[in-house]
């Protein structure tokens, strides 16, 4: 019996048995769409992640102070300022990798307009800021290299705190107040769309670092980090090693001691954020598949009484010629087919339900075509491996006992 | 009969092992059917006449003893070439019809047809054909639990001749169906066996249905006690 005939032959046993067939794909209906919907997530996540990490910058590099002992107790990271504006300076001018940088001091305070008040962070910046973060302004202008240099009082509004301060109102031209000092709006940031996280990017006001330094911290000679970026992303590593040369030297860190700063690369910690997302992914499509585990033990139960069911057909057919190899073949044909139909089925199922995630649990879904292929050739697995013993237990049977059989 | 020797059996024994003990269902039987002829065998249940014609069907095979069809020894053929055998040379129909449920007659009929090299665009025509041939034209389609006894041993019938077997075997075909109908039945036989050259053998506790046969041979514990021939 050749391949197609026995594939229309276990269609029509299938479809005599429209519910049972329909009940035995399910298990695998629901293992497939399960392992497709929650790859789908984990996928999501990862690329929401990456996206987020590409919207930040890829060849973003933070320069940090480090840790440093003071007589025998070592500190934290970032428990000593000794960044300096020179240092930042330095790295402007010597390192050829680099392209644009911006010393950085933050704070938060209390900012007043009117009679409204808001607490949002501040975020003393240089001029090439929006740049080197990917920010666009969308109304109004950012500050200039001139106006960092004279350290004039002006600032640039985060959409959020625009939104609280503003409520609708026209901001540019306008004086708020941060720790009673008197600023001028200049521009307002274009919303970066997202709340929660680690850094809320729209709730938070720019200005001059030299302006914050003077009139929000009260202290010049420090700086709390300098962002840069690199010329490109694959000389973000070389860009690295010139910052730290730099710094060596304007520390004066003798040959063998240890740093007192630290240069992070974006592209490092997105690959990290990246690595953290897949075992995500292999842990949810792991617990996924034990459904579609359990899906190809009911095939292999369902296969199992199909065959007690049908001992009379099994003996009918071997009666007027079928071989062994034909029966077991009918049989396996039959668990495939039930459960490639069943995984055709949950690619739909699973499709449909990433959809439904995204759309009512507002997570990020992506299917992709791995993970669709993946699933179907499991699925397929799943029948033969399943669906073999049953056929073979079908195969085995003596032709007179199955005719006689009740 | 002057024709060739069909079938023939040299001491032909079989034993059974139901769990410790042994049951002889056949001992040491020897006998010749030729071509074209049309026996019934006879006797009580247990004297071995289904065993008998399980071995002849090439369902079973002798634990001892030659079986001969058509001058091949198929007693020490493998599981596979006894099941071409009975695709190819035998044609069984049963007491019971064994139908295939929730499937209609034209399917039923095709299914020796799956198991042989037929393409399939040849095989609804041999299967039409031969329910033709046995009185249901018009009837194909239709499912057989839509048919009535008779009907549906027709189709067993059909499917039996739809590979051109030149063997027909028959265990009990009336048994389930009223005299009426289980005569039409037994005509049938006698003119497959007459028209087509087929070798038939019944299996039959009917002393009636066996007058048609030209040979009747009577079995009792496993042995043939008697012989008759017209």
Redesign the interface.
């Known amino acids: 019996m050749n391949i197609l005939r026995t594939i229309r032959v276990s269609l029509r046993a299938l479809n005599r048995n429209k519910m049972r067939s329909f009940l035995t794909a399910l298990g695998i209906i629901i293992g497939v769409g399960a392992v497709i919907a929650m790859i789908s997530i984990g996928q999501g996540a990862k690329q929401a992640i990456e996206e987020r990490f590409n919207s930040m910058g890829t060849n973003l590099l933070f320069v940090r102070p480090g840790s440093r002992s003071f007589r025998g107790r070592h500190g934290g990271g970032g428990t000593y300022q000794n960044l300096t504006p020179g240092d930042a300076k330095a790295i402007e001018e010597k390192a050829d990798a680099v392209q644009y940088i911006s010393p950085n001091v933050s704070s938060r305070a209390q900012v007043i307009y009117g009679n409204k008040n808001w607490n949002t962070s501040i975020q003393g910046v240089g001029a090439k800021y929006p740049e080197i973060r990917n920010w666009t302004v969308e109304e109004g202008i950012f500050f200039d290299e001139t106006m960092v240099k004279t350290g004039q009082k002006i600032c640039v509004l985060g959409s959020e705190v625009n939104e609280n301060l503003f409520e609708g109102e026209y901001p540019i031209g306008k004086i708020i107040r941060i720790k009673k000092v008197p600023f001028r709006v200049i521009g307002v940031l274009k919303s970066r769309g997202e709340s929660g996280g680690w850094f809320n990017r729209d709730d938070m006001i720019a200005m001059p670092y030299t302006t914050a330094q003077r009139r929000i911290i009260g202290r010049t000679d420090r700086i709390q980090g300098i962002d840069v970026s690199a010329v490109s992303m694959t000389r973000s590593i070389e860009a690295v090693e010139q910052i730290e040369e730099i710094l060596r030297i304007q520390h004066k860190i003798a040959p063998g001691a240890e740093d007192d700063f630290h240069v992070r690369n974006m592209s490092e910690i997105a690959e990290g954020a990246a690595e953290s997302t897949n075992i995500l992914t292999i842990l949810l499509g792991g617990i996924a598949s034990v459904s579609l585990l359990v899906g190809g033990i009911g095939i292999m139960n369902i296969m199992l009484v199909s065959v007690t069911e049908r001992i009379r057909e099994i003996g009918i057919r071997m009666s007027v010629g079928a071989r062994e190899k034909d029966i077991l073949f009918q049989f396996l044909t039959e668990a495939i087919v039930l459960s490639i139909l069943g995984g055709i089925i949950g690619i739909g199922v699973g499709l449909f339900s990433s959809k439904l995630i995204s759309q009512f649990a507002g997570w990020k879904t992506l299917v992709s075509m791995g993970s669709i292929a993946l699933a179907f050739l499991f699925s397929g697995s799943v029948g033969i491996f399943f669906g073999f013993y049953p056929a073979r237990k079908a195969s085995k049977l003596d032709p007179i006992d199955a005719l006689r059989y009740e | 009969m002057e024709n060739n020797i069909f079938i023939k059996l040299e001491n032909l024994t079989k034993i059974y092992k139901v769990g410790e003990t042994q049951v002889q269902a056949l001992r040491d039987i020897s006998y010749s059917i030729h071509e074209g002829d049309l026996l019934a065998i006879m006797g009580p249940s247990g004297s071995g006449k289904s065993t008998l014609m399980?071995i002849i069907?090439c369902?079973?095979r002798p634990t001892k003893g030659k079986y001969f069809l058509e001058n091949q020894e198929v007693s020490t053929l493998d599981?596979?070439k006894l099941?071409?055998i009975?695709?190819?040379k035998i044609g069984?129909v049963?007491q019971t019809f064994?139908?295939?449920?929730?499937?209609t007659a034209l399917?039923n009929t095709e299914?020796?047809l799956?198991?042989?090299n037929i393409p399939?665009k040849k095989t609804r025509d041999v299967a039409f054909k031969a329910l033709s041939s046995v009185g249901l034209e018009g009837r194909e389609l239709h499912r057989t639990n839509q048919l009535s006894g008779g009907e549906q041993q027709r189709v067993a019938i059909a499917?039996a001749l739809v590979?051109k077997p030149s063997l027909l075997l028959a265990d009990e075909p009336t048994g389930n169906l009223d005299t009426k109908t289980g005569n039409e039945i037994i005509d049938l036989f006698k003119n497959l066996n007459a028209e087509k050259n087929i070798t038939v053998i019944l299996v039959t506790h009917e002393a009636e249905i066996a007058r048609i046969a030209h040979r009747r041979i009577y079995l009792r514990d496993g042995q043939i006690v008697k012989e008759e021939h017209d």
């Open positions: 399980n069907g369902l079973d599981k596979n099941a071409r009975r695709n190819k069984f049963f064994n139908l295939l449920a929730r499937t399917e299914l020796p799956l198991y042989s399939r499917r590979n």
